[in-house]
C-alpha cells in the first residue's frame, strides 16, 4: 500500500464565516463565501470520482477555518495524532505542518509551527513507529506542504525555495516554475494527482512526467492560505474496499 492510497476521507462544508479566516496577507480581500462553497463541492466529488467514501461533517459557523480539516490531525491507518492550534480562532477544531513520505514524516516549523509542539509531535509518531524529522521553513514560506507535495512514492513537487532546502535529499524532485508557487500544494489520491488549476506550466511538466491530472480551483479559498491537501483528513481502511 503507497502512502496516497486512500479509501476514507473527513470533510467539513464550508460555513459563511471562512470568509473571516486566518490569512497572511495583509491587503488581500477576503474570499467570496458562494465560490468557496462551489470549490469545495467540485474537490469532493473529485474525492469520490477517485475511489474515496467521504464523511461529510457540518458548517461550524464559529470557527472560520474549520473547513480546514487536515490542519486538526494526522490520521494513519494505525492509529490518529490530534493537533492544537496555536490561533484563538481555531483552538477547540492545529496547523498545516507535515508532510508524510514512505519513510519520513518532515515536520515544517514556521509562523505557525514551534520547536516545542513540533518535537511533541515528533515523539508520539515515534511511539507509532513513524519516523519523523523537524525542519525549518525558508524564509517567506507559511506552511510546509503550501510548498511541496508528495506526488508518487519517490517524487517531490516543491517551489524553488523547497526545492534547493536540502530536506529531500535522495528523492526525484520535480520544482514548479517561477511564478507558479501555487501550484506545489499538490494532492495524490489513488492514481489521480490533483493540482491547482491555472498553473499551465506546471501541468504540462506533470503531464509529460506521466501524472493522470485533475485541475481543481482554489483560487478563492487560496485567499485565507488554503490549497488541496487541507479541506480532507484522509486514511485507508484495512479491509474497507475501494481505493
Not at 80 to 105: D, F, K, M, N, W
Request: charged residues 20%.
Amino acid at each position: 500500500m503507497t502512502v496516497y492510497q486512500f479509501n476514507r476521507a473527513i470533510l467539513r462544508d464550508p460555513a459563511p464565516s471562512v470568509s473571516s479566516g486566518l490569512s497572511a496577507r495583509e491587503d488581500g480581500e477576503p474570499p467570496a463565501f458562494k465560490i468557496v462553497l462551489a470549490e469545495h463541492h467540485a474537490y469532493a466529488e473529485a474525492l469520490a470520482a477517485a475511489g474515496v467514501e467521504l464523511v461529510r461533517l457540518p458548517a461550524l459557523d464559529a470557527f472560520p477555518d474549520s473547513v480546514f480539516v487536515e490542519d486538526p490531525a494526522l490520521v494513519f491507518t494505525e492509529a490518529a495524532i490530534l493537533l492544537r492550534a496555536s490561533a484563538p480562532t481555531r483552538q477547540g477544531e492545529a496547523q498545516h505542518l507535515a508532510l508524510v513520505t514512505p519513510r519520513t514524516v518532515f515536520i515544517g516549523l514556521s509562523a505557525r509551527t514551534d520547536r516545542t509542539g513540533a518535537e511533541a509531535l515528533a515523539r508520539l509518531l515515534a511511539s507509532i513507529g513513524r519516523e519523523a524529522r523537524v525542519v525549518e521553513t525558508p524564509a517567506g514560506v507559511l506552511h510546509l506542504k503550501s510548498a511541496s507535495s508528495l506526488i508518487d512514492e519517490d517524487t517531490i513537487l516543491a517551489t524553488p525555495a523547497l526545492a534547493h532546502s536540502g530536506f529531500f535529499d535522495g528523492m526525484r524532485i520535480l520544482t514548479v516554475p517561477e511564478g507558479d508557487e501555487g501550484a506545489a500544494n499538490a494532492l495524490r489520491i489513488n492514481h489521480p494527482l490533483f493540482i491547482a488549476a491555472g498553473h499551465e506550466r506546471t501541468a504540462d511538466m506533470l503531464a509529460k512526467a506521466g501524472f493522470d491530472l485533475v485541475p481543481l480551483r482554489v483560487d478563492e479559498i487560496a485567499k485565507i492560505d488554503a490549497s488541496l491537501s487541507c479541506m480532507s483528513l484522509r486514511w485507508f481502511a484495512a479491509g474497507g474496499g475501494r481505493g
